[in-house]
Nanobody
Framework: VQLQASGGGWVQSGGSLRLSCVVS????????LGWFRRAPGKDREFVAA????????YYAHAWKGRFTISRDNAKNTVYLQMSNLEPEDTAEYYC????????????????WGQGTLVTVSS
């Protein structure tokens, strides 16, 4: 499948953004989906994931309560609503899809689509 993330930008601390990722080239509802990020100078890390039907969501501890993952199977799109943003949230954000399980571990995936850059100023 092809993954195209968008919605990033510059925001002040305390602000919000909603990221979108359109998934194409496969049957969207066959995939669990996840968001990852790569901060400057750091490795890629897991942020959130959602099951195929959208009935289960998973979050890394650092973002639970501030970020919300959701999906729209009719639009082949997964979202990441980001609230109360902090400068430490500055990173390139990527989405990932997996037919077998929720994507938690970045090292399991060799192919990544275009990410979207989020910059949070203090």
């Amino acid at each position: 499948v092809q993954l195209q993330a968008s919605g990033g930008g510059w925001v002040q601390s305390g602000g919000s953004l909603r990221l979108s990722c359109v998934v194409s080239g496969g049957t969207f509802s066959d995939y669990a989906l996840g968001w990852f990020r790569r901060a400057p100078g750091k490795d890629r890390e897991f942020v959130a994931a959602i099951s195929k039907a959208g009935d289960n969501t998973y979050y890394a501890h650092a973002w639970k309560g501030r970020f919300t993952i959701s999906r729209d199977n009719a639009k082949n799109t997964v979202y990441l609503q980001m609230s109360n943003l902090e400068p430490e949230d500055t990173a390139e954000y990527y989405c990932q899809a997996d037919r077998d399980k929720a994507p938690f571990h970045h090292w399991e995936y060799g192919s990544w689509g275009q990410g979207t850059l989020v910059t949070v100023s203090s």
